[in-house]
């Protein structure tokens, strides 16, 4: 597991997986704009049952200017995982620089109503070298 989930984060028994990847054939890099597709599993190691109600991610490019998105569920759910169960999903992330992070956390509700943050690990976002990435990259 943890070959294929390069980061991840737990917090009050939920699991937070991450795996990304530099998607060069959805990046225009002549164009300043570079794409990742980041994998995420979440599973609860709890013994309660725990619906996923909202997402909150903190982006930063190679500059250090922050982007916070905020919204309800993730790709359009709001998932319920069972005790020993998981979800996956699959989403992405462009920027306008070859290279920065991504971390954040979710809020889940427990089957007793109590609502908890789970974090999200911090993990960068990082092209390979290019002769066009290098010639735009400010650092």
Known sequence: MEKFFQHAAMTDGITVRVAVN????Q????AGKWFWVYH??????SDQVVQL???CWKITDGRGMVNEIEGEGVVGEQPVIPPGGSHDYVSGC???????SMEGHYVFRSEDGAPFEAAI???????PAT????RRAPY
């Open 27 to 30: 990046s225009r890099i002549e």
């Open 94 to 100: 462009p920027l306008t620089m070859p290279s920065g």
């Open 22 to 25: 530099f998607l060069p054939e």
């Open 40 to 45: 995420i599993r979440i599973e609860n190691h």
């Open 131 to 134: 002769e066009s990435s290098e």
């Open 121 to 127: 690990p911090f993990f960068p976002l990082a092209a």
């Open 53 to 55: 109600l909202s997402r």
